[in-house]
């Protein structure tokens, strides 16, 4: 503490402002969180120098169709991280929901049921998967990989590859799906919204802190008295029914998607979450980082193509990326751990 001796007395002077301005940054700003920014930017640079036509008009529009997608899905991976585990059932998931819409939603059908049908049966499917991993405290890998190939199975069983007949999704999904305001595909647009309100939830509500207190420590939350099993359930729930979005938009995109519709999505989701900093142990996330670790993903394999590499060069190349950018969030942390440290002794304060 200092004081200031003036002719009203002494006052007290409070710590600087520079070093409140740091403890601030600390806590809304992790490192972790900003590899994906990073990531993003630089990519950004390289597709206007290599592949510049990944930056246009009708580029950004599939780039931005896809990325929001792959949003969607991952924020459903990000709640499932949150609580500690992984899901590996997202592919079927999405499938499931692609394939109930085309399946039933032929010329004439009303689409306000079929969807919400769609939606249902995916919260259902993500319900399924909590009830074995957060009651029967199943592992979540073997649980949601066999979930994956009873939903893969049961939708080959009942609706074929191709979903129905005619293998299209309903005509003014299509629209929706395909509609684009200043080249932003309304995929993108609408996980932006539910990107808002996920963040929104998770920061502002006693419901939504609860998600990362149990996933931190379920033994501390019990404690507490949080109702562990029922936030967990809810949980699970949601995150089917982000998958089911998921599924629905990238039907109507895709206009005639089949079985293999969600493929991309198993192990697209996870990579995303670890872009985007999350930690596997559960915990506190950044929706806002997630985001632009889905963008970053869609545009790098876009540059890649206008660029001309071969689909293995293109494998190779985001596996390193994934290597490097996970590499990045570390060496973030510790330089500014070290930066803090210097802040520190530069005010005076006793290192922590």
Known sequence: ???DVTQNGPTYIPPAASQNRLTDLKYRFPARY?????ALLLLLIFAAVIAPASLGGNSVRVVSALAGVLALAAMGQMLVVMLGAIDLSVSAVVAASAGIVVHYG??????WLVIPAALVLSMFIGIVNGFFICVLRLNSIIVT????GIVTGGMLLWTGVSFSLTGEAPEQLQQFAQWSLLNINMCFIAALIVGLILAAVLSYTRAGRRVAQVGSNPRAATALGVRVALVQMSTFAAVGLLYGIAGVLVAGFIGTPDISIGAPYQLATVTAVAIAGLTFSGGPTSVASLLVSCVFLQLLD???VVAGFPTGARIMIQGFTLVVAVAAITISQYGLAGIRRIAALQLGRPLK
């Open 1 to 3: 503490m200092t004081t």
């Open 34 to 38: 900003l590899a994906s920014w990073g």
């Open 145 to 148: 990989l066999a979930t994956y």
């Open 302 to 304: 876009q540059a890649l």
């Open 106 to 111: 032929v010329p004439g059908a009303n689409l």
